[in-house]
């Protein structure tokens, strides 16, 4: 991929598409550096990695009155942990995407008289931030079970997981509810099909996150969906990564 210029970042949180209200976000991804000078070590300082931390910064333009809208989702998130999904372009299927789960540590909103609305706010990555792509796109509305697009991410290796991040943006229906579960398969057909990981059941606006522990030898993974109730209707946003 050449150099690109961000104007089309997309930006999932727990169960808001954060996308048309932010124009920035940085994720951040360190190992502290652990000093390990011996009187061997010929006069050069010597270091090795440590713990590794992550973090989100976004700030955009704020909105309110919604439960998908800015303001309404970071006061019911505040203090609280869940999915994160960063698209540096696009979230169509196959999309480069960053996915962590990270708590909601503060948020700033208001400015001068004048300005346009602004917020901004952080969050601290808890556990693994993986690179994966996207395995099921925000647009698509899916009203009964199916499956999504083949992803050759890889086989996982002992010590490593498939890690996983669902974001609910909308519900509609008569108790409507979505069940996603993760499957891999040794070929693209998916011909013989196992189940990973399975999520909670989502019955409205919500996120969540899980991994499946290696090895698995399999290379190719997807998501597949089962949906229930009285004329039922989901949005949904799904990523897959490696780590």
């Not at 991929?1 to 089309?8: F, I, K």
């Not at 994160?84 to 700033?108: E, I, M, N």
């Not at 999504?148 to 290796?157: C, D, F, I, K, S």
């Not at 990973?196 to 989502?202: I, K, L, M, P, V």
């Amino acid at each position: 991929m050449t150099s690109q210029v961000l104007t089309d970042v997309r930006l999932f949180v727990v169960g808001a598409d954060l996308t048309s209200t932010s124009n920035k976000v940085e994720l951040t991804s360190e190992a502290e550096e652990k000093d390990r000078t011996t009187y061997g070590s010929g006069g050069w300082k010597q270091v090795q990695g440590g713990l590794r931390t992550s973090k989100v910064t976004a700030e955009g333009l704020w909105e309110a009155g919604d439960p998908g809208l800015v303001d309404d989702a970071t006061w019911a998130q505040l203090g609280g942990t869940g999915p994160w999904t960063v698209c540096p372009h696009l979230a169509t299927v196959g999309s480069l995407a960053y996915l962590t789960q990270a708590l909601r540590t503060d948020y700033t909103l208001g400015g001068a008289v004048g300005d346009l609305a602004p917020w901004s706010g952080n969050a601290s990555g808890t556990g693994v931030t993986a690179r994966g792509q996207i395995a099921h796109p925000p647009g698509t509305a899916r009203t009964s079970n199916g499956a999504g697009t083949a992803l050759q991410l890889g086989a996982v290796p002992d010590g490593r997981s498939l890690y996983a991040a669902l974001h609910v943006l909308s519900a509609a229906g008569t108790t409507p509810s979505l069940t996603v579960r993760i499957e891999s398969d040794d070929n693209a057909d998916f011909t013989t099909a196992t189940t990973r990981a399975t999520f909670n059941a989502a019955t409205g606006l919500g996120g969540q996150a899980l991994a499946s522990a290696g090895p698995v030898t399999d290379d190719w993974w997807r998501v597949a969906w089962t949906v229930a109730g009285t004329t039922p209707s989901f949005t949904f946003v799904a990523a897959l990564g490696l780590a």
